[in-house]
């Protein structure tokens, strides 16, 4: 082990527009939040691989000599980080009894961190460690939870193996890794990812990595460094809903009305763009009640073509009428059909809503200029 103990966290994430049309090559924009997840790993001299995830009652350990015994044989430290093991990945479902494919969130959550755990170990004697992780973030309302996680352990894993540097240096508050370590971070934290959805965009990683706001398109990600600090009211419907359940609503949907869905996209792809270039110009030029008045229409027709689109839900139209009533404008984000919304809130804005929906929260878009884990 490199270090003996280190504390790492990376923040939740929330999709401004494009959610859904991303997905059929469209601009999407996505923002970390200021609620974040935190990580500790503790080096022990006790022969043991604990993992502690208070939030979700998971609490296990190990003997590192049985952990050991799952790598496959003459399989050394993964260089490849662009794809997963499958034979590990099948090794892992069959030692947490999820074989079957069937895995709830403790079970994910183990499995990503086994899977980093003995990936970047593997191939020498495995070190006894503790790692306990707490989250400000809801799990399952599309708030980037789980890549929150995957960061944290990627971070944590790779500077406990040396592959990248300790996180603070004397007299420094916070970590600053250089970019190549970023992208090694995020390289990881897509493993993670990719065990516990399978097939992810790689959005919420990038952001829980580098922070601030990104610009999403077919792929290519492009951290957008210069935003002005939005606040936002952020609501969980505490509704649940399957993301994969969805996104396929939305391509059945698109199959059965091609030519008015792909306009619709198209006018989502034009709002993400008008958006970036509305938060553009509020960094160049004196902020002024118009732009807010550009932003809350655009939130106004995301969400209408959101519903047309077949994700709303009625807890996400109690939110935006009660919200709208008192002039605030609402959208939901991430998959919708339930989960978070986020509702504007200009400068100085005092908020004094009741919504009966679910459980709001204050928290900033941008917290910092740029969030690291």
């Given at each position: 082990m490199h270090i003996r103990e280190c504390i790492v966290s990376a923040p939740g994430k929330a999709i401004l527009h494009g959610e859904h049309a991303v997905v059929h090559g469209k601009v999407a924009l996505t923002v970390s939040l200021n609620l974040r997840t935190y990580l500790k790993l503790k080096a022990t001299n006790s022969g043991k691989v604990c993992i502690n995830l208070p939030n979700i009652d998971t609490f296990l350990c190990w003997d590192a000599s049985e952990?050991?015994?799952?790598?496959?044989?003459?399989?050394?430290?993964?260089?490849?980080?662009?794809?997963?093991?499958?034979?590990?990945?099948?090794?892992?479902?069959?030692?947490?009894?999820a074989a079957n494919g069937n895995l709830d969130t403790s079970n994910m959550a183990t499995l990503g961190f086994l899977y980093i755990y003995l990936s970047l170990f593997g191939s020498g004697e495995l070190p006894s460690l503790t790692i306990s992780v707490w989250s400000e973030l809801p799990t399952g309302a599309g708030l980037g939870s789980s890549a929150a996680y995957s960061v944290c352990l990627a971070a944590s894993l790779l500077c406990a193996s040396g592959a990248i540097p300790a996180p603070?240096?004397?007299?420094?508050?916070?970590?600053?890794?250089?970019?190549?370590?970023?992208?090694?971070?995020?390289?990881?934290?897509?493993?993670?990812?990719?065990?516990?959805?399978?097939?992810?965009?790689?959005?919420?990683?990038?952001?829980?990595?580098?922070?601030?706001?990104?610009?999403?398109?077919?792929?290519?990600?492009?951290?957008?460094?210069?935003?002005?600090?939005?606040?936002?009211?952020l609501t969980n419907t505490k509704v649940p809903r399957s993301t994969k359940v969805l996104v396929a609503r939305v391509k059945d949907k698109i199959n059965k009305f091609p030519t008015i869905l792909t306009s619709v996209l198209d006018s989502v792809d034009a709002i993400s763009c008008t958006c970036e270039k509305v938060l553009l110009e509020m960094t160049n030029e004196p902020i002024t009640g118009e732009h807010y008045n550009i932003l809350e229409e655009l939130i106004d027709i995301n969400q209408h073509h959101l519903n047309v689109m077949g994700v709303g839900h009625p807890a996400l139209d109690t939110l935006c009428r009660v919200t709208l009533a008192r002039g605030l404008h609402s959208k939901l984000t991430g998959a919708g059909g339930g989960g978070c919304a986020i509702t504007l809130l200009r400068p100085g804005q005092q908020?004094?809503?009741?919504?009966?929906?679910g459980e709001a929260v204050i928290c900033d878009l941008k917290d910092v200029e740029m969030s690291h884990p």
């Open positions: 952990l050991k015994d799952l790598l496959p044989l003459s399989r050394g430290k993964q260089e490849d980080v662009k794809r997963l093991d499958p034979e590990l990945v099948k090794r892992l479902r069959d030692f947490v009894g603070l240096k004397e007299l420094e508050p916070t970590a600053r890794w250089c970019q190549e370590d970023l992208e090694l971070i995020n390289s990881w934290a897509f493993q993670g990812e990719m065990i516990i959805h399978g097939n992810p965009s790689g959005v919420d990683n990038a952001v829980g990595t580098w922070g601030g706001m990104l610009r999403f398109l077919a792929g290519r990600i492009i951290p957008l460094s210069r935003v002005p600090l939005l606040r936002i009211l908020v004094k809503v009741e919504i009966a929906v």
